[in-house]
């Protein structure tokens, strides 16, 4: 089976852009999840779809937003691109919801913003 | 609302010797603990979980951890460290999130590992 799938892998932006990054789960999977990591801030749970529903959300403004098609394939867009929000987008997709017990998260290899 | 604290921004062994990365979990009830490992450049790979079965569990790549609710620790350990060990190691607990009952993951701040000749 095919892992997780992110696209693009690498991105630079300019401030006050927009990017949209696209995760493709393990086949089957039905959950996506996203992550953005930073060196000062770690690892922060953006938001989690389910069956094409967000089911979760983190604490992130309202300039981070996902959706996720039929086939389980997930995109999510940053609008009005800050310095901030360079950082590696890490997604995640399980079978059933994710953090459920015994559920495990498969993750890719991530895409790497920078905004300049 | 669950936590999770590594006690260890870093950890440096000597190829051979064995390897201790600390966790200690906040919980209201069972929690299901993780733990990830994440190579240069790479995304997270799944170490090992539990899930309220066995106490000790054991991982891939000779990691094991044990749970011990007594202390709400969950620390990862392998006999003898390999140059290929050195990456980042997080400690996760799962959360069940206010008011949906959806459980999401939390993720510690990480352990650098660094392994020596």
């Known amino acids: 089976k095919a892992g997780v799938t992110q696209t693009p892998r690498y991105l630079i932006k300019t401030r006050g852009q927009q990017v949209t990054l696209s995760c493709s789960p393990i086949?089957?999977?039905?959950?996506v999840s996203w992550y953005q990591q930073t060196p000062g801030q770690g690892l922060q749970f953006l938001f989690e779809?389910?069956?094409?529903?967000?089911?979760n959300k983190g604490n992130f403004p309202g300039r981070f937003s996902g959706r996720q098609f039929s086939n389980s394939r997930s995109e999510m867009n940053v609008s009005t691109l800050e310095l901030g929000d360079s950082a590696l987008y890490l997604c995640?997709?399980?079978?059933?919801?994710?953090?459920?017990?015994?559920?495990?998260?498969?993750f890719g290899p991530g895409t790497r913003l920078l905004v300049l | 609302a669950q936590s999770v604290t590594q006690l260890d921004s870093h950890v440096s062994v000597s190829e051979g010797t064995p390897v201790l990365l600390r966790c200690n979990y906040s919980?209201?009830?069972?929690?299901?603990l993780f733990w990830y490992v994440q190579h240069p450049n790479k995304g997270l790979q799944l170490l090992l979980k539990?899930?309220?079965?066995?106490?000790l569990v054991k991982g891939i790549n000779g990691f094991e951890a044990e749970f011990k609710k007594s202390e709400t620790s969950f620390h990862l350990t392998k006999p003898s460290a390999h140059m290929s060990d050195a990456a980042e190691y997080f400690c996760?607990?799962?959360?069940?999130?206010?008011?949906?009952?959806?459980?999401?993951?939390?993720f510690g701040t990480g352990t650098r590992l660094l392994v020596s000749p």
């Open positions: 995640a997709s399980t079978l059933g919801l994710a953090g459920g017990s015994g559920e495990t998260q498969y």
């Open positions: 086949s089957g999977h039905r959950s």
């Open positions: 779809y389910f069956s094409e529903t967000q089911r």
């Open positions: 919980s209201s009830y069972s929690p299901s």
């Open positions: 539990y899930t309220s079965a066995a106490t």
């Open positions: 996760v607990v799962s959360e069940r999130a206010r008011g949906t009952g959806f459980q999401k993951l939390v």
